[in-house]
């Protein structure tokens, strides 16, 4: 016995059919679930050219190969598809407890191709799959439609149901959209809201009860009990955040310096993401005012948004499925300026920066109305917040009138303008529906491209690669372009993957100017990162898991009791590297040039900065070091293109003529 539930859902909605199919071993044994599992699958079954929005387009939900073992910090599930933003790989991640509810019904995944005529949900509780009239749910925000199906469903069901829902910017097809469960909690990028939403797919909905299968639980839980008591023992003074922004501005100049993985324990059980705000507006990772201001444009923000303003509102803190940190929390907005909800979740650091330091705005109290709002209406608030920042720079420089912005005056730190903005964009309604598509388009409609921030249509995360050029090098070679998740400067130094990996490089101290320079190191520093990063999505394992480094959160072991192998820590970068490389041919496929993801010359500090810690930084040698992480993957350096050998060592041309 593995992990794994051997069987995968297969649904036509056009046909209104569906169909359970057997993987064979050797696909869990080549690319373990989660997103390795929807790497193999749409790689062979989406064809060359479909349109995302398309009937032949498939929207994957996947949990990952940990799942429900007892393994601490593997409630992670991924949803994935053809991108309608970038027309390549599209992928997000989301925790809650939908990932468990896929296993609970009898798969490692569901695949759902094909369009409605008219709005439905899928339901399955384990015994039965039913596609279902959604009518009276569609229209209503992903909270409200949530609270539906639960409310017409509870009591029915042998077990609570767990949704994963779209609101109102996934119906419409804003192609920054995500899907949302756990009253709003989002799995954001890529573009996978107006994927559902063009399958008028409302929802899908899992109730079932099936027991969770595992080689060897008990050394499962053995593994679990010892991060546990590691984590009982961190804990931090009171009201310490009060001091993390001189912190920040500390870290901004000193060398590089690897940092103890356990950090992240202490700094996301007491206040969750948004820890990291104060550190990055002023050490420089932070981006301001469209990515072109410094700390110095917001010298006091960082006490605006500090972590433990927040904390004070926390009515209670929650988990994720087998987690023991509980990053999220609920607070209490009642009554609050701009405010019109009662309560919300926790915003995460991405939310906070991209709608705090990005657009000047200095209202705290704004952020809870956006994050709840976006929530509910499903748009990223990565995408959103870039695009919004566009908006208002554009405006600024003339290049967008009052006339264009339905009246509106678009100006740095103008609350009620981007209140309003916002609003107008998930409604798409006048200016907003002609910018409800990302930063890309709206640039390409009406100019500004110079001051429109995305890589391959992508919006990129709030980490700047002028701080963290490794993460600059992950910007472009992700075949997700944007994504702030697969790899960072200060995430590698925190994991020690140099103790599982034999070719992955030690982290050392440095001064930070060495990570400006192309070199073999760097290239096979980012391959790493790029390799755990994919085996972490494949059991589907959680970030902050991760950056505990490997000496805390014990993936290796974990996977081997879980499926009874007996494997090293090669093997498994390796498969890592193969997840990685499907991806990448999944985009060659869809006709995407990898060569043509870059970043925007302001990100790569062209001109630079001329103050802060990011003052004079430019990446000169940046498109070097791409070629070189390129190269270290046995891709083409030149255009990104996986070299046959390369395929053929990973055993990629074998594992894609596997038919189910």
């Known amino acids: 016995m593995t992990s794994f539930t051997g069987k995968i859902l297969c649904v036509d909605l056009s046909a209104r059919s569906f169909e359970t199919k057997a993987v064979p071993p050797e696909v869990y044994e080549a690319v373990l679930a989660g997103k390795g599992l929807e790497a193999w699958y749409l790689y062979t079954h989406i064809p060359a050219g479909a349109d995302p929005l398309g009937p032949e387009n498939i ?7 940990l799942c429900g073992t007892g393994a601490f910090l593997t409630g992670r599930w991924t949803v994935a598809c053809k991108s309608p933003l970038t027309g390549g790989w599209g992928d997000a991640n989301c925790g809650g407890l ?19 005529e008219t709005p439905v949900y899928l339901f399955c509780d384990g015994r039965t799959v039913e596609i279902r009239d959604a009518e009276n749910y569609w229209g209503l925000d992903a909270t409200e439609a949530e609270r539906a199906l639960h409310a017409d469903l509870d ?29 709003g909690r989002i799995a954001a990028r890529s573009g996978v809201g107006a994927v559902m939403g063009s399958k008028k797919l409302k929802a899908v909905v899992l109730a079932g009860a099936r027991p969770f299968p595992c080689h060897d639980a008990e050394a499962v839980k053995a593994l679990s009990k010892e991060l546990g008591r590691k984590l009982l023992k961190m804990t931090l003074p009171t009201g310490l955040g009060v001091f993390i922004g001189a912190g920040g501005a500390m870290l901004g ?17 007491e206040w969750g993401t948004q ?9 420089g990772d932070g981006p301001i005012r469209n990515w072109g201001g410094t700390p110095r444009d917001v010298r006091r923000m960082a006490d605006v948004y500090n972590p433990e303003h927040i904390n004070k509102i926390e009515t209670a803190k929650y988990h994720c499925y087998s987690c023991p940190l509980g990053c999220g929390g609920k607070l ?22 991209a709608f705090g330091p990005l657009l000047m705005n200095w209202s705290l109290d704004s952020i809870y109305q956006l994050n709840e709002y976006l929530n509910r209406a499903g748009l990223d608030t990565i995408s959103a917040g870039n695009t919004v920042a566009w908006a208002i720079e554009c ?18 730190g103008d609350t009620e303008a981007i209140l309003t903005l916002v609003r107008k964009m998930v409604a798409r309604e006048g200016f907003g529906d002609a910018i409800a598509d ?16 995305h890589i391959g249509g992508q919006e990129p995360g709030m980490h700047d690669a002028r701080n963290d050029p490794q993460l600059g090098v992950h910007f472009v070679a992700e075949p997700a372009p944007g994504k702030h998740t697969v790899g960072m400067g200060i995430e590698y130094g925190a994991m020690s993957l140099c103790d599982i990996c034999s070719w992955a490089p030690p982290a050392t101290m440095h001064g930070k100017d060495k990570d400006l320079e192309d070199s073999e190191r760097m290239a096979y520093i980012t391959k790493a990162n790029a390799c755990y990063t994919m085996l972490v999505d494949g059991a589907g394992g959680c970030y902050y898991g991760q950056m505990m480094g490997v000496h805390m959160w014990k993936l290796v072991d974990y996977l081997n009791a879980a499926e009874g192998w007996d494997y090293d820590g090669d093997h498994y970068m390796e498969i890592g590297e193969r997840i990685q490389t499907l991806r990448q041919l999944f985009n060659v496929r869809q006709g995407v040039d990898p060569a043509s993801f870059k970043l925007p010359k302001r990100m790569l500090g062209e001109p630079p900065l001329p103050s802060g810690p990011l003052k004079g930084v430019t990446l000169s040698q940046h498109r070097e070091q791409v070629s070189s992480h390129w190269r270290a993957f046995g891709w083409d350096d030149q255009t990104g293109v996986p070299l046959p050998e390369t395929v053929r060592r990973l055993g990629i041309d074998k594992l894609t003529e596997v038919e189910i």
């Open 155 to 183: 009591g029915v069901c042998r077990k609570k149901p767990c949704v994963a829902v779209i609101g109102p910017s996934g119906e419409k097809l804003s192609l920054i959209s995500g899907i949302c469960n756990e009253g």
């Open 59 to 65: 929207l994957a939900f996947a949990a990952g190969a």
């Open 98 to 116: 939908f990932a468990p509810a896929i296993k609970q019904c009898g798969y490692d995944a569901i695949f759902i191709s094909g369009v409605s």
């Open 438 to 453: 990302g930063v890309k388009r709206a640039s390409e409609k009406f100019g500004g491209k110079e001051y429109a921030m």
């Open 275 to 283: 820890a990291n705000t104060s550190l990055a507006i002023t050490s």
């Open 395 to 412: 405006f600024e420089h003339g290049i967008l009138t009052k006339e264009q912005t339905d009246g509106l005056e678009l100006h740095w």
């Open 253 to 269: 100049h000193l060398p590089y310096v690897p940092l103890d993985g356990s950090m992240t324990a202490y700094m996301f059980r």
């Open 332 to 353: 209490n907005i009642r009554g609050r300026k701009y405010v019109e909800y009662d309560e919300t979740h926790k915003p995460e650091y991405e939310t906070i920066e």
